[in-house]
T-cell receptor
C-alpha cells in the first residue's frame, strides 16, 4: 500500500513557471525523499529532508516538510522542458525490524515551451 | 563508478512460467531493494536485502521471492506467472547506515510482459 498520496496527479505548466507538488503521508517518518522518473526509466533521487528539518534547497528545488500535518511539498522554480517527468515522494519509516522506503502515487509534470 | 545494473531489460513470458531477474548494485552498497511498478498500483515495495538477509518484505504472495549473494548482487524470482505480474521491476541499492536505506540508486528496470 502507498504511504504517500500526491497532489495533483498531473500538472501542466509553461517553461519558466514554477511547479508545486504536494505529498501527504500517514505515519511517523525518519525522513522524506523526492525522486524523479522519466518515462519508463529508473528513478533518480532529488532531495532528502529529515524529520527534524522544515525546509531544504537544492538548486531550483525547494522542499518543505510539516510533520504535524504529515505533509511535504516540492517546488521547482523556473521550470524547463527537461523537467517533464513523474515526481514521487517517498517516506522512510521504521517497520519494527528495519527502515523501509515507501513511495507515493506520483505527480506527472508536463512543461511545455 | 558504475550504476545499478538490471538484466534483462525486457522479457516476455507466458502464464505459468517463471522468471528470474538480476540486479548488480553499486560497488560498496550492501542494501538492495526491489519494487514493482504498474500503472494501476504505482510503485509497490517487494523486499529488501542487506548482507544476504531479507530485512523487509512487502505484501506480495509467496510466488515472489528473492535472494542476495555475498557480493551484494541480488536476484528476484516470480513463479507461476500471472497476467497481473506484467510490470516494470525496479532494483535499487543504497549505502545504508544505521539500518536506514537512505538515498536509493535505481537501475533502469526489467520490463516483464506476461502473455
Amino acid at each position: 500500500s502507498q504511504q504517500g498520496e500526491e497532489d495533483p496527479q498531473a500538472l501542466s505548466i509553461q517553461e519558466g513557471e514554477n511547479a508545486t507538488m504536494n505529498c501527504s503521508y500517514k505515519t511517523s517518518i525518519n525522513n522524506l525523499q523526492w525522486y524523479r522518473q522519466n518515462s519508463g526509466r529508473g528513478l533518480v533521487h532529488l532531495i532528502l529532508i529529515r524529520s527534524n528539518e522544515r525546509e531544504k534547497h537544492s538548486g531550483r528545488l525547494r522542499v518543505t516538510l510539516d510533520t504535524s500535518k504529515k505533509s511535504s511539498s516540492l517546488l521547482i522554480t523556473a521550470s524547463r522542458a527537461a523537467d517533464t517527468a513523474s515526481y514521487f515522494c517517498a517516506t522512510d519509516a521504521w517497520t519494527g525490524t528495519a527502515s523501509k522506503l515507501t513511495f507515493g502515487t506520483g505527480t506527472r509534470l508536463q512543461v511545455t515551451l | 563508478k558504475a550504476g545499478v545494473t538490471q538484466t534483462p531489460r525486457y522479457l516476455i513470458k507466458t502464464r505459468g512460467q517463471q522468471v528470474t531477474l538480476s540486479c548488480s548494485p553499486i560497488s560498496g552498497h550492501r542494501s538492495v531493494s526491489w519494487y514493482q511498478q504498474t500503472p494501476g498500483q504505482g510503485l509497490q515495495f517487494l523486499f529488501e536485502y542487506f548482507s544476504e538477509t531479507q530485512r523487509n518484505k512487502g505484501n506480495f504472495p509467496g510466488r515472489f521471492s528473492g535472494r542476495q549473494f555475498s557480493n551484494s548482487r541480488s536476484e528476484m524470482n516470480v513463479s507461476t506467472l500471472e497476467l497481473g505480474d506484467s510490470a516494470l521491476y525496479l532494483c535499487a541499492s543504497s549505502w545504508d547506515s544505521n539500518g536506514a536505506p537512505g538515498e536509493l540508486f535505481f537501475g533502469e528496470g526489467s520490463r516483464l510482459t506476461v502473455l
